[in-house]
C-alpha cells in the first residue's frame, strides 16, 4: 500500500488553499493515490459549518 | 447548512405510561450484538450510542429476525424494566424489532452493514475513481474559494487543531 497515502486535515487544507506550504510535500504526493479519512472530512464540513 | 447524517437516537422514548410489573413502553436504537437462542432464555444485547448496553429478552418467534439482524443497527420496541432508585433500563421484553438505515438530506442512504465491511484502500480507490495524484498542480487550489482570505483560513486551522485537543 506504499502506491497511497493519507493525509492529515492540514495537509489537505494546504492543498485545497493553494497554500505554500504543501509544496513541500510534493514529492511524497505526486504518482501516489492519495486518500482521507472520515475525521478529515467531518474537520473540513464542521469548518465549512461554523463559518456560515 | 450541512446536514449530518442522523445517528441512532438513544432512547426514543417512553410512549406511554408503566404498565404491569413496573414496566414501561420503550423504543430503543442501537446495533444488535451478543445474542443467546437457548429456549426460554433467549436474550440480546443493545449497543445504544451512548450509555451501557441493555439486554433484550425475546419470544422463540422473533428468533429468526434477531439472527437476522445481529450485528446490524436496529430500532427495538418492547417494554423495559426499570431500576427502581436509579431509574436505568435494566433490560427489555421485546415486542417487534426492525432494521435501521441512515437516511439523511445530500446523502446516499447508507446500508449499516456497509460499515462493518472494510473494504481496502485499493478498493475504496477504485469504486471512487481515484487515481494516482500525476502533478500536485493538478488539485494545488482547487478549494480555495473555501476561505475568504489568508486569516480565515488560518482561523480554520485553529479552531480544527484546538478541538482536536479538546477531545485527546
Keep these: 500500500m506504499a502506491d497511497t497515502v493519507v493525509l492529515d486535515t492540514d495537509l489537505v487544507s494546504f ?9 513541500k510535500y510534493r514529492r511524497h504526493l505526486e ?6 479519512s472520515f475525521m478529515t472530512v467531518g474537520e473540513l464540513f464542521k469548518g465549512a459549518y461554523l463559518a456560515g | 447548512m450541512i446536514e449530518t447524517p442522523r445517528q441512532p437516537a438513544l432512547v426514543v422514548g417512553a410512549k406511554g405510561p408503566a404498565t404491569g410489573g413496573g414496566r414501561i413502553p420503550l423504543t430503543i436504537e442501537g446495533r444488535l450484538l451478543m445474542a443467546d437462542f437457548r429456549h426460554d432464555g433467549e436474550r440480546c444485547r443493545i449497543h445504544p450510542p451512548a450509555g451501557p448496553p441493555i439486554v433484550c429478552e425475546f419470544d422463540e418467534a422473533l428468533g429468526d429476525r ?4 445481529l450485528r446490524r443497527l ?3 420496541i418492547g417494554e423495559a424494566a426499570q431500576e427502581p432508585t436509579s ?19 445530500g446523502f446516499e442512504t447508507v446500508s449499516a452493514e456497509a460499515f462493518w465491511q472494510e473494504p481496502s484502500l485499493a478498493q475504496l480507490a477504485a469504486e471512487q475513481g481515484v487515481q494516482p495524484l500525476r502533478r500536485l498542480e493538478d488539485v494545488w487550489g482547487r478549494g480555495a474559494d473555501l ?3 489568508e486569516a480565515d483560513f488560518e482561523v480554520f486551522l485553529a479552531a480544527t487543531r484546538s478541538r482536536r485537543a479538546e477531545d485527546a
Excluded: C, F, N
Design chain 2, 147 to 149: 476561505w475568504t482570505d
Design chain 1, 31 to 36: 504518482g501516489k493515490t492519495l486518500a482521507i
Design chain 2, 87 to 105: 431509574g436505568q433500563i435494566s433490560s427489555i421484553r421485546v415486542t417487534d424489532i426492525e432494521p435501521l438505515s441512515i437516511d439523511a438530506k
Design chain 1, 15 to 23: 492543498i485545497m488553499k493553494g497554500h505554500g506550504r504543501a509544496g
Design chain 2, 74 to 76: 436496529v430500532r427495538v
Design chain 2, 66 to 69: 434477531v439472527y437476522a439482524y
